[in-house]
C-alpha cells in the first residue's frame, strides 16, 4: 500500500474524488496582504467599533452592521483611521436597500476579511456578532507593531474557532477540529528539513478533511512530503499519478480556473511571508523559514509563548497605551495559556524558570514586571481575589478584574518574578497592602494563610526547585506575617 492509498484511498481515481479533494483546501479571501493590506486590517477594526453597544447579544445581519456604520460617520463620530474610499463605496448612500443589493456582495466578501482575522463571530448563518477586544488589538497598534500583533495572531489561529474558516463550503469544522495551519506549515518546513512548495503546503497542511487534529495532519503531510519530488513541476504529475487522477485515455485530469490549490491558500501563504515568518525563492519557487520561525520553533517551552513574549515587549516599548493593549493581547490568549497548561504539567515551572533566567528591562536598565507570569497567577487562581475567595467585578470584555501583587514585594525586597510571589487580590485588599498600618496589612496575609491561599510549601519550593529564596527574605516574609514561626525555621533549615 502506497501512502497515497493509506491516507487518501476515498479521493483516488474519480472526478469526484478530485473535486472533494480540493474543496477542502482554505479558499482564502482575496486581498493584498502586505503593510498596506494591514493597515487595511486595521481601518476596518476601526469602523466595526463604531457599532459598539449598538447591537443586542443576538447578532446582525452585514446590511445592519452597514446602516449603523453609514449613522455613525453622518453623526460626525470617526475612527481615527479613515478611508475615503472605502467610506464612499460602502457607507455614504440615499436608499440603503438599493445600495446593499448593488454592494452588499463586495461588503459581506470585506467582512469574510474581518471574519479570517477574528473580528466576526457567527450566531448563525445570517446573524454575526463582532469581537470587539480583537478589534481593539488591531486598532491601538501602532505601526511598529501592528505586524507582530497580527502574526502572533495567525500563529494561534484555530480552525475550530476561526469563523471565516468555519464558513467555507466543503470544510466540516467538528468538536475535535484541533489544526493551526501557521504552526503545522513551520513544522513541516522544519521536520522535511528542505525547502517546500506553494503545492505542497496547500494540499497537505492547506486542507481540513476527516483528519481533524494537528499531530495526525503534520504526520500525514510529512510522510506523503517525505515520498515527492523537490520541485513543484515534478510535484504535481507525481502526485496526480499516485492518486490516479486520469482520464479514461491516461491524461491526468487539470484544474479548472481558480481551482488550483496553490490560489486557494496562496494568501495564508502571503500572510506568513509578510509577517517574516517564511521566504519565497522565486527562482527555486519554494519556501524556507526565517531565522526569526526557526528561534520559534527552537524553543523549549512554546513557539506561542516565545512570540507572545517578544510581542508583549515590543507593545511595552513603543504603544502609547501599552498597559491597555497588553491586557487585551493577554485576555485574548488565555485560551492558548490554558491549553499550554493543561498539556503540559510542567509549564508553570518552565514559565518561572524563563522569568528567572531573562528578566525584562525597560530602555532605563530598571527591571521590568513580567506580564505573562502575572497573567498564568491569575489564570491559577480562575480571576479569584484569593484573600475575598470570590471573584470582584466582571469589565465590559467578560472577565473578572483582579490583581497580582508580589509577596515579597519585587523592588524593595528583590522579589522574584515568579508564580510562586505572587498573589492575586482585588483592589481593595490590594491597597490595604500597600498603603494601610501595618496591622491592616498583616491581617491581609494572616487570612491569605488561615484560608490556604498561601501556604509554606510554595516558599519551600522556591528554595528547593528555583534556588530563590533568601535568608533576609525568609525574615521579611515572617515579618509580614506571610509564615507562621514553625514555617520560618523550616525555609531557614532548607537554606541551611
Same mark, same amino acid.
Given at each position: 500500500?502506497?501512502?497515497?492509498?493509506?491516507?487518501?484511498?476515498?479521493?483516488?481515481? /474519480?472526478?469526484?474524488?478530485?473535486?472533494?479533494?480540493?474543496?477542502?483546501?482554505?479558499?482564502?479571501?482575496?486581498?493584498?496582504?502586505?503593510?498596506?493590506?494591514?493597515?487595511?486590517?486595521?481601518?476596518?477594526?476601526?469602523?466595526?467599533?463604531?457599532?459598539?453597544?449598538?447591537?443586542?447579544? !443576538?447578532?446582525?445581519?452585514?446590511k445592519?452592521?452597514?446602516?449603523?456604520?453609514?449613522?455613525?460617520?453622518?453623526?460626525?463620530?470617526?475612527? =481615527?483611521?479613515?478611508?475615503?474610499?472605502?467610506?464612499?463605496?460602502?457607507?455614504?448612500?440615499?436608499?440603503?436597500? !438599493? *445600495?446593499?443589493?448593488?454592494m452588499?456582495?463586495?461588503?459581506?466578501?470585506?467582512?469574510?476579511?474581518?471574519?479570517?482575522?477574528?473580528?466576526?463571530? @457567527?450566531? !448563525?448563518?445570517?446573524?454575526?456578532?463582532?469581537n470587539?477586544?480583537?478589534?481593539?488589538?488591531?486598532?491601538?497598534?501602532?505601526? %511598529?507593531?501592528?505586524?507582530?500583533?497580527?502574526?502572533?495572531?495567525?500563529?494561534?489561529l484555530?480552525?475550530r474557532?476561526?469563523?471565516?474558516?468555519? !464558513?467555507?463550503?466543503?470544510?466540516?469544522?467538528?468538536?475535535?477540529?484541533d489544526?493551526?495551519? $501557521?504552526?503545522?506549515?513551520?513544522?513541516?518546513?522544519?521536520?522535511?528539513?528542505?525547502?517546500?512548495?506553494?503545492?505542497?503546503?496547500?494540499?497537505?497542511?492547506?486542507?481540513?478533511?476527516?483528519?481533524?487534529? +494537528?499531530?495526525?495532519?503534520?504526520?500525514r503531510?510529512?510522510?506523503?512530503g517525505?515520498?515527492?519530488?523537490?520541485? %513543484?513541476?515534478s510535484?504535481?504529475?507525481?502526485?496526480?499519478?499516485?492518486?490516479?487522477?486520469?482520464?479514461?485515455?491516461?491524461?491526468?485530469?487539470?484544474?479548472?480556473?481558480?481551482?488550483?490549490?496553490?490560489?486557494?491558500?496562496?494568501?495564508?501563504?502571503l500572510?506568513m511571508?509578510?509577517?517574516?515568518?517564511?521566504?519565497?525563492?522565486?527562482?527555486?519557487?519554494?519556501?524556507?523559514?526565517?531565522?526569526?520561525?526557526? @528561534?520559534?520553533?527552537?524553543?523549549?517551552?512554546?513557539?506561542?509563548?516565545?512570540?507572545? +513574549?517578544?510581542?508583549?515587549?515590543? &507593545?511595552?516599548?513603543?504603544?502609547?497605551?501599552?498597559?491597555?493593549?497588553?491586557?487585551?493581547i493577554?485576555?485574548?490568549?488565555?485560551?492558548e495559556?490554558?491549553?499550554?497548561?493543561?498539556?503540559?504539567?510542567?509549564?508553570i515551572?518552565?514559565m518561572?524558570?524563563? @522569568?528567572?533566567?531573562?528578566?525584562?528591562?525597560?530602555? /532605563?536598565?530598571?527591571?521590568?514586571?513580567?506580564?505573562?507570569?502575572?497573567e498564568? =497567577?491569575?489564570?491559577?487562581?480562575?480571576?479569584?481575589?484569593?484573600?475575598?475567595?470570590?471573584?470582584?467585578?466582571?469589565?465590559?470584555?467578560?472577565?473578572?478584574?483582579?490583581? =497580582?501583587? *508580589?509577596?515579597? %514585594?519585587?523592588? /524593595?525586597?528583590?522579589?522574584?518574578?515568579?508564580?510562586?510571589?505572587?498573589v &492575586?487580590?482585588?483592589p %481593595? =485588599? *490590594?491597597m490595604?497592602?500597600? *498603603?494601610?498600618?501595618?496591622?491592616?496589612?498583616?491581617? &491581609?496575609?494572616?487570612?491569605?494563610?488561615?484560608n490556604?491561599?498561601?501556604? &509554606?510549601?510554595?516558599?519551600?519550593?522556591?528554595? /528547593?526547585?528555583y534556588?530563590?529564596? $533568601?535568608?533576609?527574605?525568609?525574615?521579611?516574609?515572617?515579618?509580614?506575617?506571610?509564615?507562621?514561626?514553625?514555617?520560618?525555621?523550616?525555609?531557614? @533549615?532548607?537554606?541551611?
Amino acid at each position: 500500500m502506497t501512502v497515497f492509498e493509506e491516507y487518501f484511498s476515498e479521493y483516488m481515481g /474519480t472526478g469526484a474524488g478530485f473535486e472533494k479533494f480540493h474543496n477542502e483546501v482554505i479558499n482564502m479571501p482575496r486581498d493584498q496582504f502586505s503593510d498596506t493590506g494591514l493597515d487595511k486590517i486595521r481601518t476596518l477594526a476601526g469602523y466595526l467599533l463604531l457599532t459598539e453597544g449598538r447591537f443586542g447579544s !443576538s447578532g446582525v445581519n452585514y446590511k445592519t452592521t452597514m446602516a449603523c456604520i453609514a449613522r455613525q460617520l453622518r453623526d460626525g463620530r470617526y475612527p =481615527a483611521y479613515r478611508d475615503a474610499g472605502l467610506e464612499a463605496r460602502y457607507f455614504i448612500y440615499d436608499d440603503l436597500t !438599493s *445600495h446593499y443589493e448593488v454592494m452588499g456582495r463586495m461588503f459581506r466578501h470585506l467582512m469574510s476579511l474581518c471574519a479570517f482575522f477574528g473580528f466576526v463571530q @457567527s450566531v !448563525s448563518k445570517q446573524k454575526k456578532r463582532y469581537n470587539y477586544d480583537k478589534c481593539r488589538e488591531y486598532y491601538l497598534s501602532d505601526n %511598529e507593531i501592528l505586524m507582530p500583533i497580527a502574526r502572533n495572531n495567525l500563529m494561534i489561529l484555530n480552525a475550530r474557532d476561526n469563523d471565516f474558516i468555519k !464558513s467555507l463550503h466543503g470544510i466540516v469544522i467538528t468538536d475535535e477540529t484541533d489544526y493551526r495551519p $501557521t504552526y503545522a506549515v513551520l513544522r513541516y518546513i522544519h521536520q522535511i528539513n528542505r525547502p517546500a512548495t506553494k503545492f505542497e503546503l496547500s494540499v497537505l497542511l492547506g486542507r481540513i478533511d476527516a483528519v481533524k487534529t +494537528e499531530a495526525a495532519i503534520l504526520e500525514r503531510a510529512l510522510k506523503i512530503g517525505g515520498v515527492l519530488p523537490r520541485d %513543484e513541476e515534478s510535484q504535481i504529475p507525481y502526485f496526480f499519478a499516485n492518486m490516479n487522477w486520469k482520464d479514461p485515455d491516461g491524461r491526468l485530469f487539470s484544474y479548472a480556473a481558480s481551482q488550483e490549490p496553490y490560489f486557494k491558500f496562496n494568501n495564508y501563504l502571503l500572510l506568513m511571508e509578510a509577517f517574516e515568518l517564511i521566504r519565497y525563492d522565486t527562482v527555486n519557487r519554494t519556501y524556507r523559514l526565517t531565522e526569526y520561525a526557526e @528561534s520559534l520553533l527552537a524553543d523549549d517551552v512554546s513557539y506561542l509563548i516565545a512570540d507572545l +513574549e517578544r510581542l508583549i515587549e515590543l &507593545v511595552d516599548d513603543y504603544a502609547a497605551d501599552n498597559s491597555a493593549l497588553n491586557d487585551l493581547i493577554l485576555y485574548q490568549r488565555n485560551p492558548e495559556l490554558l491549553r499550554l497548561a493543561r498539556e503540559d504539567a510542567s509549564f508553570i515551572e518552565k514559565m518561572n524558570w524563563r @522569568s528567572l533566567n531573562n528578566p525584562a528591562y525597560d530602555r /532605563t536598565g530598571k527591571r521590568k514586571r513580567n506580564r505573562l507570569i502575572a497573567e498564568l =497567577a491569575k489564570i491559577q487562581a480562575d480571576y479569584k481575589c484569593q484573600y475575598a475567595q470570590r471573584t470582584i467585578f466582571k469589565m465590559p470584555n467578560g472577565k473578572y478584574y483582579c490583581e =497580582a501583587h *508580589h509577596i515579597l %514585594e519585587f523592588n /524593595t525586597e528583590n522579589g522574584p518574578d515568579i508564580t510562586n510571589n505572587l498573589v &492575586v487580590l482585588g483592589p %481593595e =485588599a *490590594h491597597m490595604i497592602v500597600h *498603603h494601610a498600618c501595618k496591622e491592616e496589612a498583616d491581617d &491581609v496575609f494572616m487570612q491569605l494563610r488561615t484560608n490556604g491561599a498561601i501556604g &509554606v510549601e510554595r516558599f519551600k519550593e522556591m528554595i /528547593t526547585v528555583y534556588h530563590c529564596l $533568601t535568608a533576609a527574605q525568609v525574615e521579611a516574609l515572617s515579618n509580614k506575617k506571610v509564615i507562621t514561626n514553625a514555617g520560618k525555621a523550616e525555609l531557614l @533549615s532548607l537554606l541551611s
